[in-house]
């Protein structure tokens, strides 16, 4: 599957942006999703995830109660929506996807390792 994500750009604190990952060449719902982040001078880190239905979704501590990840599977696409940005969360958005073709589970999963698919990811600056 590719995966290309789009919607990052600059804000002030405080604003929103809403990222989307479009997925092509596989059967989408056979994919759990993610998304990290990787600021300047750190390690990738995890931010969100969803399972293949979009029934369960897990956070960041970082980012709870301010992201909110979502996915359309008519659409084949994901969705990161950020709200009440800090300057903190100025990073690379990358979008990841886990091969669940072969198995019934319903997981969603936290780690960078877990995931087979990356995008190439997309810049979030956030002012102070």
């Known amino acids: 599957v590719q995966l290309v994500e789009s919607g990052g750009g600059l804000v002030q604190a405080g604003g929103s942006l809403r990222l989307s990952c479009a997925a092509s060449g596989r059967t989408f719902i056979n994919y759990a999703m993610g998304w990290f982040r990787q600021g300047p001078g750190k390690e990738r880190e995890f931010v969100a995830a969803?399972?293949?239905?979009?029934?369960?979704?897990y956070y960041a501590d970082s980012v709870k109660g301010r992201f909110t990840i979502s996915r359309d599977n008519a659409k084949n696409t994901a969705h990161l929506q950020m709200n009440n940005l800090k300057p903190e969360d100025t990073a690379v958005y990358y979008c990841a996807a886990r091969d669940l073709s072969r198995y019934s589970s319903n997981y969603a999963y936290t780690g960078p390792n877990d995931y087979h698919y990356w995008g190439l990811g997309t810049q979030v600056t956030v002012s102070s």
């Open positions: 969803i399972t293949r239905s979009g029934a369960r979704t």
